[in-house]
């Protein structure tokens, strides 16, 4: 199992360019979230999904689309990046199952917006 | 509503010596608790994990944890570090029934000198 993957592995853009930062997982996991870790801020929840078809917005969603029209695949769309969302973006997997379920997390995109 | 807090974003140890990071955590509902490491470049892992049950838990790398619901609680501790255990250190809550949002603290950078 390859796991969580990610791509691109590093990204720099433009004021305004739009993106989608890919991530697929080979677990059949239902559960599927986006993350971005800035500095001192741990990691904040932008999207999750739990099944093809369901998305919904988690704790910093602004500026962010996603859709989930798979199992394996769960995309992040900027439409039109700005400065602040330089960070570095985490993909994750679990099982549905119960809350305690463990998150398995992607290697990272970093991302530059100049 | 639920939070997390780390108290001291870095910790330095000699080796050999103890290793205590702190977690204290607001949750609305039963949490359920995880402690992930992440190496520098890569992803996080997780290390260990609360749901209910027996509340000093063990986990990988000689690392174990005690949940104190009474301290709101979730210290992290390995009674003699290694030079291997230099990494950041998140503590996260699944504080929502549903288990959807998982909140982090802002992280732990642990430093062994030699």
């Known amino acids: 199992n390859a796991g969580v993957t990610q791509t691109p592995k590093f990204q720099v853009l433009k004021t305004g360019q739009s993106m989608t930062l890919q991530c697929a997982q080979d677990?059949?996991?239902?559960?599927m979230s986006w993350y971005r870790q800035d500095p001192g801020m741990g990691l904040r929840l932008i999207h999750y999904?739990?099944?093809?078809?369901?998305?919904d917005q988690g704790e910093v969603p602004n500026g962010y689309n996603v859709s989930r029209s798979t199992t394996e695949d769960f995309p992040l769309r900027l439409l039109s990046a700005a400065p602040s969302q330089t960070s570095v973006y985490f993909c994750?997997?679990?099982?549905?199952?119960?809350?305690?379920?463990?998150?398995?997390f992607g290697p990272g995109t970093r991302l530059l917006v100049l | 509503a639920q939070s997390v807090t780390q108290l001291g974003s870095h910790v330095s140890v000699s080796e050999g010596a103890l290793v205590l990071l702190r977690c204290n955590y607001s949750?609305?509902?039963?949490?359920?608790l995880f402690w992930y490491v992440q190496y520098p470049n890569q992803g996080l892992q997780l290390l260990l994990k609360?749901?209910?049950?027996?509340?000093l838990v063990k986990g990988i790398n000689g690392f174990e944890a005690e949940f104190k619901k009474s301290e709101t609680s979730f210290h992290l501790t390995k009674p003699s570090a290694h030079m291997s255990d230099a990494a950041e250190y998140f503590c996260?809550?699944?504080?929502?029934?549903?288990?959807?949002?998982?909140?982090f603290g802002g992280g732990t950078r642990l430093m062994v000198k030699p």
């Open positions: 994750a997997s679990r099982l549905a199952g119960t809350r305690g379920e463990t998150q398995y």
């Open positions: 677990m059949n996991h239902e559960y």
């Open positions: 999904s739990v099944g093809a078809g369901i998305t």
């Open positions: 949750s609305s509902v039963p949490p359920y």
């Open positions: 609360y749901t209910t049950g027996a509340t």
């Open positions: 996260a809550v699944s504080g929502d029934n549903a288990g959807n949002m998982l909140t």
